[in-house]
């Protein structure tokens, strides 16, 4: 009786790839290389950025601002899956135990990608509410009292972690995605249950906060246009008016910067979830998980280029400031300028806050 011939290195290697689950999600070479440099890049910036982002609200002419402990939370949410979340999982791809192998981290990678997206975007909805709170209570701004700021931060907290533990008790499982270097929730389950699960994810992650975020602006702009500052001290609260209008185009533009960077991710994900599978190569589901990934570099930067306080802060702590100073101060007489200006900010800081600017 013949025996079959035994199959060739190639053969064997073609037919365990063909029996393997995990090898169409397998990224190739170029692809990975790609991807190291690109997030090795976000990781740089983001950390740098947001670093640099805690340093400026601990200085005094932030820190008893509204809103400065909302945007700390953000920083250090970013600064979280910067250093636990996307290191770990970008390292683990360099050795056998990475996401396709090991189970435990595949978990992690989804649980922390998951909640702090989701924690960082209701931070995000907690800087709009307070914003708007801030424009209903223009005529007698107060700060928010320590206690609720502090309860609106540990909501964030726990909205994010409730979004992702559904997975961890077995409503969905974390998988590995498109790419095959991290994991998230599984969006084509086989399930209705599973299927619901993404219903409520995308819910809560996405529509629920874009919906507040969207009501208090429209009311902001609806108040700005219609409420008129009232004719007692009138030069003070048209000049707090307008910084807080700078605010709340700051707090816009981080929200949109956050938005258009989930959104291809979110849209893709759906559509996988509509059609049952995924619709992306691993090639090709890298851009996606790039962008969504990049959105810890934003911040800082709309904090920079949209606020002239934090700018200038931000240039005075920085340790090559000089390499700035002739942009900052081209005359020839730019010392005796900053002199002067550090003069008139320590009469201010003896004579107390300045009736004219917003608390905010």
Same mark, same amino acid.
């Given at each position: 009786?013949?025996?079959?011939?035994?199959?060739?290195? %190639?053969?064997? =290697?073609?037919?365990?790839?063909?029996?393997?689950?995990?090898?169409?999600?397998?990224?190739?070479?170029? *692809?990975?290389?790609?991807?190291?440099?690109?997030?090795?890049?976000?990781?740089?910036?983001?950390? %740098?950025?947001?670093?640099?982002?805690?340093?400026?609200?601990?200085?005094?002419?932030?820190?008893?601002?509204?809103?400065?402990?909302?945007?700390?939370?953000?920083?250090?949410?970013?600064?979280?899956?910067?250093?636990?979340?996307?290191?770990?999982?970008? =390292?683990?791809?360099?050795?056998?135990?990475?996401?396709?192998?090991?189970?435990?981290?595949?978990?992690?990678? *989804?649980?922390?990608?998951?909640?702090?997206?989701?924690?960082?975007? =209701?931070?995000?909805?907690?800087?709009?509410?307070?914003?708007?709170?801030?424009?209903?209570?223009?005529?007698?701004? /107060?700060?928010?009292?320590?206690?609720?700021?502090?309860?609106?931060?540990?909501?964030?907290?726990?909205?994010?972690?409730?979004?992702?533990?559904?997975?961890?008790?077995?409503?969905?499982?974390?998988?590995?995605?498109? !790419? *095959?270097?991290?994991?998230?929730?599984?969006?084509?389950?086989? !399930?209705?249950?599973?299927?619901?699960?993404?219903?409520?994810?995308?819910?809560? *992650?996405?529509?629920?906060?874009?919906?507040?975020?969207?009501?208090?602006?429209?009311?902001?702009?609806?108040?700005?246009?219609?409420?008129?500052?009232?004719?007692?001290?009138?030069?003070?609260?048209?000049?707090?008016?307008?910084?807080? #209008?700078?605010?709340?185009?700051?707090?816009?533009?981080?929200?949109? =910067?956050?938005?258009?960077?989930?959104?291809?991710?979110?849209?893709?994900?759906?559509?996988?979830? #509509? /059609?049952?599978?995924?619709?992306?190569?691993?090639?090709?589901?890298?851009?996606?998980?790039?962008?969504?990934?990049? !959105?810890?570099?934003?911040?800082?930067?709309?904090?920079?280029?949209?606020?002239? /306080?934090?700018?200038?802060?931000?240039?005075?702590?920085?340790?090559?400031?000089?390499?700035?100073?002739?942009?900052?101060?081209?005359?020839?007489?730019?010392?005796?300028?900053?002199?002067?200006?550090?003069?008139?900010?320590?009469?201010? /800081?003896?004579?107390?806050?300045?009736?004219?600017?917003?608390?905010?």
């Amino acid at each position: 009786m013949d025996t079959p011939a035994p199959l060739s290195s %190639t053969a064997q =290697a073609t037919s365990a790839t063909d029996t393997d689950p995990n090898s169409s999600r397998k990224p190739d070479n170029v *692809g990975f290389i790609a991807y190291v440099v690109v997030m090795t890049v976000i990781l740089v910036v983001g950390f %740098t950025g947001n670093v640099l982002t805690i340093l400026v609200l601990r200085c005094r002419e932030h820190k008893n601002k509204i809103i400065t402990p909302l945007m700390m939370n953000l920083a250090f949410l970013d600064i979280l899956i910067i250093v636990f979340g996307y290191p770990v999982v970008v =390292a683990s791809n360099f050795t056998r135990q990475n996401v396709l192998e090991n189970r435990s981290l595949c978990i992690w990678s *989804g649980f922390i990608n998951g909640s702090v997206g989701i924690a960082s975007i =209701a931070t995000l909805t907690m800087m709009s509410l307070v914003m708007f709170h801030s424009f209903n209570k223009v005529g007698n701004p /107060r700060k928010v009292p320590r206690k609720k700021m502090m309860a609106m931060i540990a909501f964030t907290w726990i909205y994010g972690v409730a979004a992702l533990f559904p997975p961890l008790v077995g409503w969905n499982k974390f998988v590995p995605g498109a !790419s *095959g270097i991290s994991c998230c929730p599984d969006w084509s389950p086989e !399930s209705n249950a599973g299927v619901a699960y993404i219903g409520l994810l995308v819910f809560v *992650g996405f529509v629920l906060p874009l919906s507040v975020i969207m009501f208090c602006y429209c009311r902001i702009y609806r108040f700005i246009h219609t409420q008129q500052p009232e004719t007692t001290n009138a030069s003070i609260q048209a000049s707090r008016r307008r910084s807080e #209008i700078k605010i709340v185009r700051m707090i816009a533009m981080a929200v949109a =910067a956050f938005v258009l960077s989930w959104s291809p991710y979110c849209f893709v994900s759906i559509i996988a979830t #509509i /059609r049952g599978t995924t619709v992306l190569t691993p090639g090709e589901a890298e851009v996606p998980d790039l962008l969504a990934k990049a !959105s810890v570099i934003y911040n800082p930067i709309v904090y920079t280029v949209m606020n002239d /306080r934090f700018r200038g802060t931000l240039l005075r702590i920085i340790p090559c400031r000089h390499c700035f100073n002739g942009d900052i101060n081209p005359v020839s007489d730019s010392e005796s300028k900053q002199d002067s200006q550090e003069k008139r900010n320590s009469w201010y /800081r003896r004579r107390g806050p300045n009736p004219h600017e917003s608390n905010v």
